[in-house]
């Protein structure tokens, strides 16, 4: 047995990163329109104007994914192009625009899979406190139900909301995504409670609403701590070392945003670090949060450490620690072979629940070579030693049901701008022309095996 039969292979990308148009057809302004502008935090003082220009461009790109095999597209809704102001006024032009993408993608035999909310938060919310305002979550349901009614018909797979590790965590806690704050704990743990009743509420909603039976998940970062070897002491330090959380950092941890989700409640560990700052927890709240779902989405490009005999070498995400020598990615990330294995087992162990892989991929130093292609063996081999490890995992009777490569094509890399290249097809941002990299070509390989190339 290796991979499963029917497989999930796909793409994905977030509305920000590649749509553009960010002010066209009466969309609204959101925290990434608004802080690209205003804050010198992002590489080269770039934005998402134009970006991709998916917006326009979705038909080309939805071809170059059937030519690359893709058979599911995982793509964002640009909130503030679908409710200008976030909630009241629907824009019809945004609708429009999405339908026709969805449109495309079954033409082309390619499923589509939502997320409901990739970090591009309208700005009229955000002035009225963003996350913090108690009725952020009816806020989110109200947005959701305009998607589930229009989108539902056509689309069965729903992510609510992808990495709260990040924009909670790097965006109000330490600062370095928009909007660029530094909260309390006691502000971030209220705003976490809302994130994961706004995550209850779109559950809630599409289970009411939906017009077929949709599969519903969720997509924290979810990497792991890896033992060294198989040494079981490893693996029982490196497993605790995964569901761990600090205080200074409870949000950027795992257990914060899964164990609400899949278990009903916080980790013990933050009622005892938190204390009086853990959120306000109303009757009902926990079964809210934590109704059931279809599988545990998750994004996975590294290990947070590795776990050896005597010591662990920890990376801390996004890291910046490394052993001498250490192989990294474009964006220094460490590579790590066996990742999703681990990653894969401790959460399978966990929360008990199939897992789809929402994102994983390289950032590589791709460019247009004088024969015209792009040559990026350095993907190709990442992705080899990743979809092993991938492989391994099912084989080793976890479920897994798919794997969405990150991402469809180059795009804007939040601060990183768009000198960070992830795609399996490269963009020239000058003329917007799309060439398919050979990764995009061998990925093909890897879906029409179903895997059993690697
Ligand atoms: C994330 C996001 C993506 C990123 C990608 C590469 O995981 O940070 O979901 O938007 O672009 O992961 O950093």
């Known amino acids: 047995m290796s991979l ?20 066209e057809d009466g969309k609204g302004l959101n925290i990434w329109d608004y802080y690209c502008q205003e804050n010198q935090a992002i ?13 326009h461009r979705f038909k080309e790109d939805v071809a170059n994914m059937k030519k690359i095999g893709a058979k599911y597209y995982r793509f964002s809704i640009s909130w503030a192009r679908i409710l200008p102001n976030g909630i ?5 032009k945004g609708i429009d625009f ?25 700005m009229e919310l955000y002035k009225l406190g963003g996350w913090l305002n108690p009725n952020s979550s009816d806020w989110f349901a ?38 660029f704050r530094k909260c309390s704990a006691k502000e971030l743990a209220e705003m976490s409670h809302n994130v994961l009743l706004s995550h209850g509420k779109a559950v809630k909603i599409l289970r009411q609403y939906a017009k077929q039976n949709v599969k519903i998940g969720l997509a924290p970062i979810g990497p792991s701590y890896n033992p060294a070897s198989d040494d079981q002491k490893l693996i029982e330090i490196a497993r605790e070392k995964t569901f761990d959380l600090d ?5 950027l941890s795992l257990s914060w945003w899964s164990d609400p989700v899949f278990l009903g409640d916080y980790p013990k560990k933050a009622y005892e670090v938190l204390g009086n700052d853990m959120p306000t927890i109303h009757d009902g709240d926990m079964e809210l949060i934590s109704q059931p779902l279809d599988f545990y989405g998750v994004n996975i490009y590294q290990a947070e450490g590795i776990v050896y005999q005597d010591s662990i070498q920890e990376y801390h995400m996004p890291c910046d620690i490394y052993t001498t020598g250490q192989p990294l990615t474009q964006m220094g990330w460490p590579i790590n072979d066996d990742c999703l294995y681990w990653s894969c087992k401790f959460l399978y162990d966990r929360y008990k629940l199939p897992i789809l892989i929402t994102e994983n991929g390289t950032a590589c130093h791709d460019r247009i070579f004088l024969d015209g292609k792009v040559h990026d063996p350095n993907r190709i081999d990442f992705l080899t030693r990743y979809l092993r490890s991938l492989k391994k995992a099912s084989e080793s009777g976890i479920d897994i049901i798919g794997y969405m490569y990150w ?48």
């Open 4 to 23: 499963k039969k029917d497989f999930m292979w796909g793409v994905a990308s977030a509305s920000y990163q590649v749509e553009g148009a960010y002010n």
């Open 43 to 55: 590489a080269h003082y770039e934005n998402g104007n134009v970006a991709c220009d998916h917006y």
């Open 88 to 92: 009241g006024e629907v824009n019809q």
């Open 98 to 122: 999405y339908n026709s993408l969805i449109d495309e993608l079954i033409a082309n035999d390619i499923e589509p899979l939502i997320t409901i909310f990739h970090w591009d938060y309208p």
């Open 142 to 179: 109200e947005y959701t139900k305009v998607l589930v009614d229009n989108f539902s018909d056509r689309v069965k797979y729903w992510i609510t909301l992808n990495e709260p590790q990040v924009f909670i965590g790097l965006g109000h806690a330490t600062g370095s995504f928009a909007p």
């Open 247 to 251: 205080k200074d950092r409870f949000t």
């Open 407 to 454: 991402s469809v094509m180059d795009n804007f890399e939040w601060a990183d701008g768009y000198d960070k290249r992830f795609g399996l097809i490269y963009v020239d941002y000058q003329t917007q022309e799309r060439t398919i990299k050979d990764s995009g070509y061998w990925y093909k390989s890897v879906i029409e095996s179903n895997g059993e190339n690697l």
